[in-house]
């Protein structure tokens, strides 16, 4: 167990809907990064944040969109949802100065 | 779990045996490079990792491998076991993000 935590572990929903996925980091740990797997992409980064402010951007559709909250808790909203979103998204979280990610058991979006 | 889509490449080992699973990164100013395992409906687990100013770096029953000159890097694990079953990524540290490579599936034989 990482200590990542993330909910739901699956979701299924329609194309043209919005999903919201939430992430909780390690106890202390300020920067919270999210990814998306998928068979075609594999591994793929999408945003980081870091105490609340974005930090870093990646591959990430201007339809998705991501927060952090004053508890460092962490959200990734995805709206307009299209077959091809259906994936896997992780969350992963560091301490302060570090470079090792420790990732969340991950949830699983099936759009249909 | 498998990602059939990537046609990922299949290492298999008998249980007992070293294994050795290679990967190749494409950023030379890569300076931090990790290894991780990933079992069927699970995230991504943290294995070892390595800065460049290192080229070997042991932990419990895998060693990490770095050649920055053909920038490839390997992952050994000595006394392969049925557990050690899983997909492993290699990622190298790009800026903020970890830009992952696309895996090998590792099969241990009993």
């Known amino acids: 167990d990482s200590g990542v935590t993330q909910t739901p572990k699956h979701l299924i929903t329609a194309t043209g809907q919005r999903v919201t996925l939430r992430c909780s980091p390690r106890?202390?740990?300020?920067?919270v990064y999210w990814y998306q797997q998928s068979l075609d992409q594999g591994l793929q980064f999408l945003i980081q944040?870091?105490?609340?402010?974005?930090?870093a951007k990646g591959n990430i559709l201007e339809r998705f969109s991501a927060q952090q909250f004053p508890d460092l808790h962490s959200e990734l909203n995805l709206s307009s949802l299209e077959l091809g979103d259906s994936a896997l998204y992780f969350c992963?979280?560091?301490?302060?100065?570090?470079?090792?990610?420790?990732f969340g058991p991950g949830t699983r979006l099936t759009v249909l | 779990g498998e990602s059939v889509g990537l046609h990922l490449p299949t290492l298999s080992v008998q249980e007992g045996d070293n294994s050795i699973i290679n990967c190749a990164y494409s950023n030379s100013a890569s300076d931090y490079f990790i290894w991780y395992k990933q079992e069927s409906g699970k995230g991504p687990q943290f294995i070892i990792d390595?800065?460049?100013?290192?080229d070997k770096r042991q932990g419990q029953r895998v060693t990490v491998l770095l050649n920055k000159t053909v920038k490839h890097l390997s992952l050994q694990i000595a006394a392969t076991q049925p557990g050690d079953s899983a997909v492993y990524f290699c990622?190298?540290?790009?800026?903020?993000?970890?830009?992952f490579g696309a895996g090998t599936i590792l099969r241990v034989k009993s």
């Open positions: 390595i800065r460049s100013n290192m």
């Open positions: 106890s202390g740990d300020l920067s």
């Open positions: 990622a190298e540290m790009d800026g903020n993000k970890l830009v």
């Open positions: 992963a979280s560091t301490m302060e100065n570090t470079d090792t990610q420790y």
């Open positions: 944040y870091y105490n609340g402010e974005e930090r």
